[in-house]
């Protein structure tokens, strides 16, 4: 396994447009692509996200890991299949998490 290229931090809707502001205004981390409710920027040699969750009411951290194997993968690290999360459109692996409950996209690498 191997580190991916997205970080995404998932925001109560009360709380987007200030971290937005944030990471843009007060870091300065260059906007690379903006969408209806979320918005990517570089953060080195990976994209952080900032995705907006209207129902949600607090803040989570989601990570990425590649594998080629994403479904063995899974069955090694003993981590529970989480693929209710979002769905997975044209990604190969599951959605897991780690025993503190940071959530995982494992999905083959690119």
């Known amino acids: 396994m191997e580190p991916g290229k997205n970080i995404a931090i998932k925001v109560p809707l ?5 971290t937005v502001a944030f990471y843009r205004d007060k870091i300065g981390l260059k906007v690379t692509r903006e969408l209806k409710d979320s918005t990517g920027f570089s953060f080195g040699p990976m994209t952080l996200w900032i995705d ?24 090694a690290l003993g981590s529970p299949k989480r693929d209710e999360l979002e769905p ?16 995982i996209l494992l999905r083959k690498g690119s």
């Open 88 to 103: 997975l459109t044209d990604v190969t692996g599951h959605w897991t998490c780690d025993p503190a409950g940071t959530v």
């Open 14 to 18: 009360y709380r987007w447009d200030e």
């Open 52 to 75: 907006r969750v209207p129902h949600q009411s607090q803040t989570d951290v989601w990570i990425e890991l590649f594998d080629e194997d994403p479904t063995n993968a899974l069955a």
